[in-house]
């Protein structure tokens, strides 16, 4: 299995992805209408695409997923070129997730650090995590990423095997699962050779479980890693 995509749920998936696009540098992959997705290549390292799809709902809960845009040396510029774009300042003032997309989601500015390099636009994804040793391995697992240094106190840190492109976080957890559906989840795709019930086996002998939902006959199937963060299982590439 390898991680394939962020997705979004968005009340307009053209608006938020265009947004996206712009603020990384990535390019359009679909432009339909109920879904915008764009695609984001790091130089010898991963592939991830960036998936806008359309929901009614507003949010409930707080999100425990969240992106971090690189910021580098001139992060004051670079803030001033994500607000031109339509990101918005975080009206409480916080710290450390210091802006929000066209749509409310937070996401920070990377601090300028040896475990960020290589990563591309796109320094990290961070996900909440109630036992980061857990969950860590957890991931390792489903996604054939390897750790690293981290950088925060608690946190543990995954990158790809190439150590380049964004890395995938998990911190102590702020934000308890809640009812709803997350805002943003993480989706992998199964290679040549995997099948979904072997991967569904593995997800419960790890601590994951099925999530049930009411969306019909699906060609994917969603889970939660053991601290209840949403993710979907791809079936295996046409090309593949």
Known sequence: MYLENLVVDAFDPQRLGRFWQEALGS?????????????????DGPVLDLCFQRVSEPPVDPPRLV??????????????RLLALG??????????????????NPFRLAEEAASYAGTGPLA???????????????????TGWTEVPAL???????????GRGPALELRPERNPQGASKNRMHLDVRLEAGEVQ???????????GDVLR?????????????????????LPVSSGA
């Open 87 to 104: 990101a918005r300042r975080r009206a409480d003032g916080a710290s450390e997730d210091v802006l929000t997309d066209p749509e409310g």
């Open 124 to 142: 990290a994804v961070t996900l909440d995590s109630a036992d980061t040793d857990r969950d860590v391995a957890f991931w390792a697992w489903l």
């Open 27 to 43: 390019e359009t992959l679909t432009d339909d209408p109920g879904i915008f997705e764009t695609r984001l290549a790091v130089a």
């Open 197 to 207: 019930d072997d991967a569904a086996d593995g997800i419960a002998a790890r601590g």
């Open 213 to 233: 939902v009411d969306w019909g006959e699906l060609p994917w199937r969603p889970y939660t890693d053991p601290s209840g963060n949403e993710f979907c299982v």
């Open 67 to 80: 992106p971090a845009v690189a910021g580098g040396e001139r992060r004051d510029a670079e803030v001033e």
């Open 152 to 162: 925060g106190p608690g946190t543990r840190t995954l990158r790809h095997p190439s």
